[in-house]
């Protein structure tokens, strides 16, 4: 990594901690094996592009039903689905300080002791374990969800059976997922717990391929949505022999982190393999059966998964921008912590702060506004910017007369005057999606 993309990381690292988006995970305590908590701001931010997504592929489609499933499920899902005995990374060990590396990432030399022999690659499993009850053997041994999808083949005939949809459709979640990754870092991008977004895509067996290529179009339209810096976007076609279990075609989407091109979504062709696998150890129908043509048969799967950190993370990767006098994070409106910020010209007038105030808690019931008195107005300008607020309201003292405000644009800079009464219309018009 050369020097000057590891200062951009750094940079991004230390904006999050200074401005209350992400801190170290139980940082009091010397953190714990690159966790990372969200602050004020991140869990804004994080909300936005989770809210933004819902809309963008739940609400705003006929075609999709969403789900919010049990974090721990019964064990015998994973041995069904494949994890129990598929889901592994290949592991090596330093034979001298016994430090372990994912063999795909191996260092020429040991990081910690400099040594340079390593023992042979073994599978090691990405499950995370845990104990339900007062007993820790066998009888209670469970797992943390290692990905969200299996929930949504576990309930597919409950979706069917109250939701009355038509194949082709979908069904949406969103939550965390737990692996025990051998090497987590590079920040938010690998973590032994994350938050996913996907979905399943029920389909014909003979319509695969056409909807395979739709949600690859639609996957680089929600891209675009989010402000991703489309240069930094690549497609890569995994290779048959490094597809995993339950796949039979899969596209990364990757992106050029400061650290490198490294995947960032996936879209893959499921086949019917979970349903049919869940049919199988479980005894359930979970068949689907053609109204109009009468044919029962197993739905057959695509899924796009969207990890949300690190959708986040190329978030602010491709809004992070320096400019002379500022630094500035242009995200888009709607996934902005703050939509706008509401300053009197001056503290120290009670007339003017006093009215400030009004418009901000009028704001306050539509929209996450933000309250600034403090210093001068440039400074509130630095801090604004600096968080991706997109739009300053200022209340002088014309505001008093005509019932208008200053309000200035983050990208620009430029002012314009707007009345009170149309200000959520402005902010509202303002959205990439209305
Ligand atoms: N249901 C399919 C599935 O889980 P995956 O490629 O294993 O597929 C989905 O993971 C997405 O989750 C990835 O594309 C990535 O965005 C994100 N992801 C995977 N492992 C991660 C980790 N350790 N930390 C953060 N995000 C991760």
Redesign the pocket.
């Known amino acids: 990594m050369s020097n000057e993309k590891n200062e951009l990381m750094d940079k991004i690292i230390s904006l999050c901690k200074r401005r209350g988006f992400i801190f170290p995970g139980s940082e009091i305590y010397g953190g714990l094996a690159n966790s990372w908590d969200y602050g004020p701001l991140g869990v804004e931010l994080q909300k936005n592009i989770k809210n933004l997504w819902w809309k963008y592929f739940v609400h705003g489609r006929d075609d999709m039903v969403g789900l919010d499933a049990a974090l721990i499920m019964n064990p015998k899902v994973w041995e069904a689905s494949g994890h129990l005995k598929e889901f592994s990374d290949p592991l090596v060990e330093c034979k001298k300080c016994h430090t372990r590396y994912r063999a795909d990432q191996m260092p020429e030399k040991c990081e910690q002791c400099k040594g340079k022999e390593f023992t042979a690659a073994k599978q090691f499993n990405l499950m995370l374990k845990t104990f339900l009850g007062p007993a820790e053997d066998s009888s209670s041994l469970a797992y943390l969800r ?4 299996q929930s949504m083949f576990v309930d597919f005939k409950n979706v069917l059976d109250t939701m009355r949809k038509k194949i082709p459709f979908g069904i949406a979640s969103q939550g965390k ?1 737990f ?1 025990n ?1 051998i090497t ?1 870092g590079n920040f ?5 717990e ?3 977004m ?1 979905f399943e895509y029920f389909v014909k067996e003979s319509e695969w391929e056409t909807w395979f290529e739709y949600w690859r179009k639609e996957m680089l339209l929600w891209l675009k949505e989010i402000g991703a810096d489309m240069k930094k976007v690549h497609e890569h076609e995994i290779p048959t022999e490094e597809l ?1 279990h339950y796949s039979r075609r899969t596209i ?2 990757e992106f050029d982190y400061p650290f490198g091109r490294k ?4 879209l ?1 062709y499921r086949t019917d393999f979970d349903l049919k696998n869940h049919m199988e150890k479980s005894g359930q129908d979970l068949q689907y059966t053609d109204a109009e043509t009468n044919e029962t048969f197993i739905p057959h799967v695509i ?1 796009p ?7 986040l993370l190329v978030v602010l990767l491709s809004a992070y921008h320096e400019e002379e006098e500022r630094i500035v994070l242009k995200l888009k409106p709607a996934l902005a912590p703050y939509k706008a910020a509401v300053f009197p010209l001056l503290k120290n007038k009670p007339e003017l702060v006093k009215k400030a105030q009004d418009i901000y808690r009028n704001l306050q019931k539509d929209f996450n506004v933000a309250f600034d008195d403090r210093g001068n107005i440039g400074k509130r300008y630095y801090s604004q910017d600096e968080i991706g607020t997109p739009w300053c309201i200022t209340v002088d003292f014309e505001t008093l007369e005509k019932d208008d405000v200053t309000v200035r644009d983050r990208d620009t800079m430029k002012q314009e005057r707007v009345k009170v009464n149309k200000l959520k219309e402005y902010l509202k018009h303002e959205q990439p999606i209305s």
């Open positions: 290692g990905e969200i999808a997922a692996r990754e987590p938010i991008f690998r973590t032994r994350f938050n996913l996907e995993a990364d989407f995947e960032l979504y996936g893959a899924e998964t969207f990890g949300l950190d690190r959708s």
